[in-house]
Structure formats: C-alpha cells, structure tokens
C-alpha cells in the first residue's frame, strides 16, 4: 500500500512539474532580435534599463574600464544619445535601475562590481533621468552637482555585485551579491539626500549563483534575476515583501544563453522583457525581445 501511494505521489509532482513547464512556456515567448550595436564604443554592456521619459527608449553603460557615461538606445538598438555623468569615478558599473519619487523619475547607476571582495564600500549614482531630444547622437553631460553619490556598506562585508532595482512598492535599494553558491538578498532605505554609509543588510538568499542582472516591473507586481544561463521570475502576491516573494521557487522563463550576456530589463508597457549581451568573441551584441503571451 505504501508503495502505491508512494507511486502515486511521485506521478503526481511529475504531472505538477510538466504542467508548470508549459505554464512557463506560455508566459512569455522565444527571443525575436531587434538589432545590434553598431557603436563601437559600447561594446561592453553590464546594464539595462527601459526608460520612463523617453518611449521605446533604453539606457545602458559599459563594464568597469569605461568613462562615466551611460548611453540611449532605440528598440532596434541604434545609438540615440550619450551622457557623460560629470566629477564621477567609474571603477566598475554594473547594473542601471529606475525609480519614482515625487512625480519624477531618476536613474541609478550601481558602482557594486568587486571581483575579489575587497572594497569596504560601493556607491550608487542618482540622478534625474533625461528627457532626449529627437536628434541623432545627441551627447550632453549631467553636472556634478545634479547627482547625489550614495556610500553604502554590506553588513557581512564586501561583496562582488552585478543586480540593482528599486522597488516603488517599499521604496527600498535592493542589492543581489553574484558569487556565492546561494547568492546574498541585500537591501537599504535610500534617502532623497546622501548622508553618511547606508547599511546593506541581508534580508535573505537565492539558490542560484553568478547572478549578473535583475530588474522590477513598473508596479512593482514582478521581479527579474539572471544569470549567464537562465532567467528567473517572480510575480508578486497581494501585500508580499520582496524578501517572501524572493524566497518561494523561481519560474525559469524562456532563455537562449548570449555571449557574455549580463543586462536584462522589463519593457515600461509590461509587453515583456529584453536582454542584451556584451560583444564577446567576436560576436554581436544584439538587442533581444520575450514577449510576454499571458
């Protein structure tokens, strides 16, 4: 008799997890590409973020060694602007978010990249995100004094660090760690001015490592984890902190594996995701669309 339950229970979670893999088929659709970089001066992208003011709009930056710039991509991955952030050291950016605060919106560029876990502290860029002209290639520079650098402090100590979002539900700075065998869920209020070390504490933990880009949906109902072979996704249930939706099982989503593949962003219109990848050997990098089907 136990035997036939125990044969029983074991058809059934098989039959739950094909019916959750069908379920997660039909969330959101293969990759369509929609272009490459043609510029040859982003050529390794660490971030990605859809942009608020600009429709169909996404900036991005490069990887530790670059100038402190962030550029504007179309949604076929044509260059449209850059932006030079004024008096900011660049030692390794590594992911760009989003958030709302009084009826406008600012981008957060994350200083968190720390290959060998040794500095004490890492910074966050905040600045009002801006409104581009129709104009090819526009170039501009955002002034020292338009952005607040934030000193934050992992409460466990150093960490290396490739994800950032902000989410407009908490209000609240999350920070995911990358090389861990179970990666670090760390957060912090972010006040509207600097003022001393903000304290990153640890809120809980994912079972995934290598963990290279993550984004929040608009709404804050849903929230994006990759690494350079998966996708992982989450939706929100009513009145959940992002520490308990974080801690039940991801949803694998579709994913083709890009070279050197870090950024991922939701679309601002919920219509689905993107991903773009670095250009690694000798490959494009190429602007990908999952479009969303549910």
Same mark, same amino acid.
């Given at each position: 008799?136990?035997?036939?339950?125990?044969?029983?229970?074991? $058809?059934?979670?098989?039959?739950?997890?094909?019916?959750?893999?069908?379920?997660?088929?039909?969330?959101?659709?293969?990759? @369509?590409?929609?272009?490459?970089?043609?510029?040859?001066?982003?050529?390794?992208?660490?971030?990605?973020?859809?942009?608020?003011?600009?429709?169909?709009?996404?900036?991005?930056?490069?990887?530790? +060694?670059?100038?402190?710039?962030?550029?504007?991509?179309?949604?076929?991955?044509?260059?449209?602007?850059?932006?030079?952030?004024?008096?900011?050291?660049?030692?390794?950016?590594?992911?760009?978010?989003?958030?709302?605060?009084? +009826?406008?919106?600012?981008?957060?560029?994350?200083?968190?990249?720390?290959?060998?876990?040794?500095?004490?502290?890492?910074?966050?860029?905040?600045?009002?995100?801006?409104?581009?002209?129709?104009?090819?290639?526009?170039?501009?520079?955002?002034?020292?004094?338009?952005?607040?650098?934030?000193?934050?402090? %992992?409460?466990?100590?150093?960490?290396?660090?490739?994800?950032?979002?902000?989410?407009?539900?908490?209000?609240?700075? %999350?920070?995911?760690?990358?090389?861990?065998?179970? $990666?670090?869920?760390?957060?912090?209020?972010?006040?509207?001015?600097?003022?001393?070390?903000?304290?990153?504490?640890?809120?809980?933990?994912?079972?995934?490592?290598?963990?290279?880009?993550?984004?929040?949906?608009?709404?804050?109902?849903?929230?994006?984890?990759?690494?350079?072979?998966?996708?992982? %996704?989450?939706?929100?249930?009513?009145?959940?902190?992002?520490?308990?939706?974080?801690?039940?099982?991801?949803?694998?989503?579709?994913?083709?594996?890009?070279? @050197?593949?870090?950024?991922?962003?939701?679309?601002?219109?919920?219509?689905? %995701?993107?991903?773009?990848?670095?250009?690694?050997?000798?490959?494009?990098?190429?602007?990908?669309?999952?479009?969303?089907?549910?």
């Amino acid at each position: 008799m136990r035997s036939k339950t125990k044969l029983i229970a074991l $058809v059934t979670g098989c039959l739950a997890v094909l019916c959750m893999r069908g379920q997660e088929e039909t969330v959101f659709a293969h990759r @369509q590409a929609k272009g490459k970089i043609s510029n040859i001066e982003i050529d390794e992208i660490s971030g990605l973020i859809a942009s608020a003011r600009n429709p169909s709009r996404f900036w991005t930056h490069n990887d530790s +060694g670059d100038k402190a710039r962030i550029f504007l991509l179309d949604d076929s991955a044509k260059h449209k602007a850059t932006y030079h952030l004024k008096g900011v050291p660049a030692r390794d950016w590594e992911d760009i978010g989003i958030m709302e605060r009084k +009826g406008r919106h600012y981008l957060l560029v994350a200083d968190i990249g720390d290959n060998k876990g040794r500095y004490p502290h890492v910074r966050v860029y905040l600045f009002e995100e801006p409104l581009v002209s129709a104009r090819k290639h526009a170039v501009d520079t955002i002034p020292k004094e338009q952005i607040h650098a934030f000193k934050l402090k %992992y409460e466990n100590g150093p960490r290396d660090a490739e994800s950032l979002f902000f989410d407009p539900v908490d209000e609240r700075l %999350y920070i995911i760690s990358k090389r861990e065998l179970e $990666v670090g869920i760390y957060c912090t209020a972010l006040p509207e001015t600097p003022a001393g070390t903000l304290m990153l504490r640890k809120v809980g933990s994912l079972p995934h490592t290598f963990i290279t880009s993550a984004d929040i949906s608009p709404d804050g109902s849903e929230v994006l984890v990759k690494n350079l072979m998966e996708v992982f %996704y989450w939706k929100r249930k009513g009145g959940e902190s992002i520490p308990d939706m974080l801690s039940r099982p991801a949803m694998k989503l579709p994913y083709k594996p890009e070279p @050197q593949g870090e950024a991922i962003t939701f679309s601002r219109d919920g219509s689905g %995701y993107y991903t773009l990848s670095e250009k690694a050997l000798r490959m494009d990098a190429i602007l990908y669309f999952y479009k969303r089907l549910l």
